[in-house]
Structures are given as structure tokens and as C-alpha cells.
């Protein structure tokens, strides 16, 4: 599952969020033109880059707040299971003379060697990427709120088609963010209940959007801004960089934050390849529903 988020994560990156912030959502009543102006590409770029390097910060800050679990455990990984069987190794070779004594406090131990044991499965890289994951799927949410009400007010039709397809897109979408948050070591019903919280995004920028339009004026309804006149003498607003940045941070959640997981090995080569192939059709089946939503968008 996890393998199919990342592959659904980075499809809907590429394949939909570059196409719409690089050439803009398709509208079939308006005329097809590619517009010439490289500095607003260099902006929206850097505003990718600010989103990537946003979540570096904060992943960053999240493991020196929790002693830097994440990094612990990617380079002690194999050394920590080296220790686990020397030490299972020296009890079963002890001396059998304090059983007894042992036995009596069998059941607390047991207990909490069993939570201890729960707590060291969850891999805290993978702990972290899910609370990231969490951000960049309400800031994203933000961003289809806004475009909603930006085509609602253009035309009910054109409102009504891009709820639809913000719909149908979000499904796979939702399902692998699911998926990383139940991995992250959510139980299913706050796996859910996070869903819902992030879900918030998408109403919070409806509201952002309608005051955008209300407030705005006719040129914001229209979306029309005269070139030069926007950022550093480009056609850009504040609003369009938030796409970009949102991609930025997806690019991070998708690559640095969860592809770690799927590079850890085992001893077993012939499981080992047969695991990697499985999670090559999981990304490729997670990154080919994105493509296909995104052509037929």
C-alpha cells in the first residue's frame, strides 16, 4: 500500500499539478496558447523548490524535536536486530537457576516487551512522513477549494465539471494518503478522522475563494492580469505561487520522506526481489490511475 501511494503521490505531482501550475487548466470555451514569459517560469520553479525545502525544515526540525528517531533508525536498522538475537541468544544459553523468579514477573514483562516491540515496528521516518504527508494534503485541499469556487463563478457548468473531476481525482489520491497514514502507525478510525481534519483545507479555501471574488472585483472574477504587472514584473500573484509550493512539498513526501521505507532490505535476496517487483506495480498501478484520471481530465 505504501508503494501504491508513492506511485499515486508522485502521478498526481506530475502528471496533474506540473501540467496546471506550467500551462494552466484546460477550458475549452477560451483559446489554446502557450504563453512566453520565462521569468514566470523561473518563479513558479522557485516556488517548487520553496515547497520542497519547506518540508526539508520542518521534517528536519520534527527529528531534532524527537532526538532524531528517524535518522537513528535508518542507519541502526540492521544493528538493532544484530542486538535482538544476541540478546534472545544469551537468555536461551543462561542459567536455568532463577526461573522461577523469572516466571513471576513473566506477565508485566511480557506486556511490555510486546509495546516496546510494537513501538520499534512503526519505522519513526515513517511516523514522520505521515504527519508531513497530513500538511501537504490540506495545503493541496486549499488549492482545489480555490479552484472550485474560481470556476464556479466563471460558469455554473464549468463549476459543476471541475467538482466532478476534483472528485473522481481525489479518490486514489485519498486512498494512498490513507494508506502512509495507517503505515505511519494511525489505527483506521484516526486514519480517517485525519482524512476529515485535512478535509477542512478544501472549505477553508472555498471561503478564501469567495472572498477572493467578492472582494475582489470583476478583474479577479476574470483572472486577467496584464503581463508585468504581477510579481517582479511578471503576469504571477501571490495565489498562483500556492499551487507550486504545494507541489513542492508533494515532491518531498512522495521521494525524501517515504521511498527510504521502500529501499530497506532484508537477508532473504530471492523475497527481497520478488518484494521489489511487487512495489515497482504498485507505484507504477498508484502513478497509471493518476495518468489516466489526468488525460481524460
Do not use: C
Given at each position: 500500500?505504501?508503494?501504491?501511494a508513492?506511485?499515486?503521490l508522485?502521478?498526481?505531482?506530475?502528471?496533474h499539478?506540473?501540467s496546471e501550475?506550467?500551462?494552466?487548466?484546460d477550458?475549452?470555451t477560451?483559446?489554446?496558447?502557450v504563453?512566453?514569459?520565462p521569468?514566470r517560469?523561473l518563479?513558479?520553479?522557485?516556488a517548487?523548490l520553496?515547497g520542497?525545502m519547506?518540508?526539508?525544515?520542518?521534517d528536519?526540525a520534527?527529528?531534532?524535536?524527537?532526538?532524531?528517531?528517524?535518522?537513528?533508525?535508518?542507519?541502526g536498522h540492521?544493528h538493532?536486530?544484530?542486538e535482538?538475537?544476541?540478546?534472545?541468544?544469551?537468555v536461551?544459553?543462561?542459567?536455568?537457576k532463577?526461573?522461577?523468579?523469572?516466571?513471576?514477573?513473566?506477565?508485566?514483562?511480557n506486556?511490555g516487551?510486546?509495546?516496546?516491540a510494537?513501538e520499534?515496528?512503526?519505522?519513526?521516518?515513517?511516523?514522520l512522513?505521515g504527519y508531513?504527508n497530513?500538511?501537504a494534503?490540506a495545503t493541496?485541499?486549499?488549492?482545489?477549494?480555490l479552484a472550485?469556487?474560481?470556476?464556479?463563478y466563471?460558469?455554473p457548468?464549468?463549476?459543476?465539471?471541475?467538482?466532478?473531476?476534483?472528485?473522481?481525482?481525489?479518490?486514489p489520491h485519498?486512498?494512498?494518503?490513507?494508506?502512509?497514514l495507517v503505515k505511519?502507525?494511525f489505527?483506521?478510525r484516526a486514519a480517517?478522522?485525519a482524512q476529515?481534519?485535512?478535509?477542512?483545507g478544501?472549505?477553508?479555501?472555498t471561503?478564501i475563494g469567495?472572498a477572493?471574488?467578492?472582494f475582489g472585483?470583476s478583474?479577479?472574477?476574470?483572472?486577467?492580469?496584464?503581463?508585468?504587472?504581477g510579481?517582479w514584473?511578471?503576469?504571477l500573484?501571490?495565489?498562483?505561487?500556492?499551487l507550486?509550493?504545494?507541489?513542492?512539498?508533494?515532491?518531498?513526501v512522495?521521494t525524501v520522506?517515504?521511498?527510504?521505507e521502500?529501499?530497506?532490505?532484508?537477508?532473504?535476496?530471492?523475497?527481497?526481489?520478488?518484494?521489489t517487483?511487487?512495489?515497482?506495480?504498485?507505484i507504477?498501478?498508484?502513478?497509471?490511475?493518476?495518468?489516466?484520471?489526468s488525460w481524460h481530465?
Amino acid at each position: 500500500m505504501v508503494a501504491f501511494a508513492v506511485g499515486g503521490l508522485l502521478g498526481d505531482t506530475i502528471f496533474h499539478l506540473f501540467s496546471e501550475i506550467y500551462v494552466g487548466e484546460d477550458d475549452p470555451t477560451r483559446a489554446k496558447f502557450v504563453l512566453v514569459e520565462p521569468n514566470r517560469n523561473l518563479l513558479l520553479g522557485a516556488a517548487i523548490l520553496v515547497g520542497f525545502m519547506t518540508f526539508v525544515a520542518l521534517d528536519k526540525a520534527l527529528r531534532i524535536a524527537t532526538g532524531g528517531e528517524g535518522h537513528e533508525h535508518s542507519h541502526g536498522h540492521s544493528h538493532s536486530h544484530n542486538e535482538t538475537s544476541a540478546a534472545s541468544t544469551s537468555v536461551e544459553a543462561s542459567d536455568k537457576k532463577g526461573a522461577k523468579s523469572r516466571k513471576k514477573g513473566n506477565g508485566s514483562s511480557n506486556k511490555g516487551q510486546t509495546e516496546v516491540a510494537h513501538e520499534k515496528e512503526i519505522n519513526p521516518s515513517v511516523k514522520l512522513s505521515g504527519y508531513l504527508n497530513m500538511i501537504a494534503d490540506a495545503t493541496h485541499n486549499v488549492t482545489d477549494g480555490l479552484a472550485m469556487v474560481a470556476s464556479f463563478y466563471a460558469s455554473p457548468t464549468i463549476g459543476a465539471t471541475t467538482a466532478v473531476a476534483v472528485m473522481i481525482h481525489e479518490i486514489p489520491h485519498e486512498v494512498g494518503d490513507f494508506a502512509l497514514l495507517v503505515k505511519a502507525g494511525f489505527s483506521k478510525r484516526a486514519a480517517m478522522g485525519a482524512q476529515f481534519v485535512t478535509a477542512i483545507g478544501a472549505l477553508l479555501g472555498t471561503l478564501i475563494g469567495i472572498a477572493i471574488q467578492e472582494f475582489g472585483g470583476s478583474g479577479a472574477i476574470e483572472g486577467s492580469m496584464p503581463m508585468n504587472a504581477g510579481l517582479w514584473g511578471t503576469s504571477l500573484t501571490w495565489g498562483d505561487m500556492l499551487l507550486p509550493f504545494t507541489a513542492g512539498t508533494f515532491l518531498y513526501v512522495g521521494t525524501v520522506a517515504v521511498i527510504p521505507e521502500l529501499l530497506e532490505t532484508g537477508p532473504n535476496k530471492l523475497a527481497e526481489v520478488q518484494k521489489t517487483l511487487t512495489q515497482f506495480a504498485a507505484i507504477a498501478a498508484g502513478a497509471g490511475i493518476m495518468l489516466y484520471i489526468s488525460w481524460h481530465d
